[in-house]
């Protein structure tokens, strides 16, 4: 699947049932449900893709402190971008 027909499956009501939780919590988010996206995050912390967009949904929310925590669990810097580009990054990294 690419970005671009990940993309197209936001309209739909649910998300794939066949792709990584993390891409669900991603396209959760990208629907609107921030709270669903945020039990995904919660669901396996400590594992790094996880963590990763635990760290992002805290940014979105404007929590930087947390954000920070998460971001360095996941062993990664604070994103600079804008949200959308790191939405990208994310779903592309577990598209590939």
Same mark, same amino acid.
């Given at each position: 699947? +690419?970005?671009?027909?990940?993309? +197209? +499956?936001?309209?739909?009501?649910?998300? %794939?049932?066949?792709?990584?939780? #993390?891409?669900?919590?991603?396209?959760?988010? /990208?629907?609107?449900?921030?709270? /669903?996206?945020?039990? #995904?995050?919660?669901?396996?912390?400590? +594992?790094? %893709?996880?963590?990763?967009?635990? /760290?992002?949904?805290?940014?979105?929310?404007?929590?930087?402190?947390?954000?920070?925590?998460?971001?360095?669990?996941?062993?990664?810097?604070?994103?600079?971008?804008?949200?959308?580009?790191?939405?990208?990054?994310?779903?592309?990294?577990?598209?590939?």
């Amino acid at each position: 699947m +690419t970005i671009d027909q990940f993309k +197209t +499956t936001l309209s739909q009501a649910e998300p %794939p049932a066949d792709i990584h939780p #993390v891409l669900q919590g991603l396209w959760y988010d /990208a629907s609107g449900n921030w709270e /669903a996206a945020h039990n #995904v995050a919660q669901s396996q912390e400590g +594992t790094q %893709p996880y963590d990763r967009l635990h /760290a992002y949904l805290h940014r979105k929310e404007g929590d930087r402190f947390n954000a920070n925590y998460w971001y360095r669990r996941a062993g990664e810097s604070y994103f600079d971008g804008s949200l959308d580009e790191e939405w990208d990054l994310l779903v592309a990294k577990l598209l590939s």
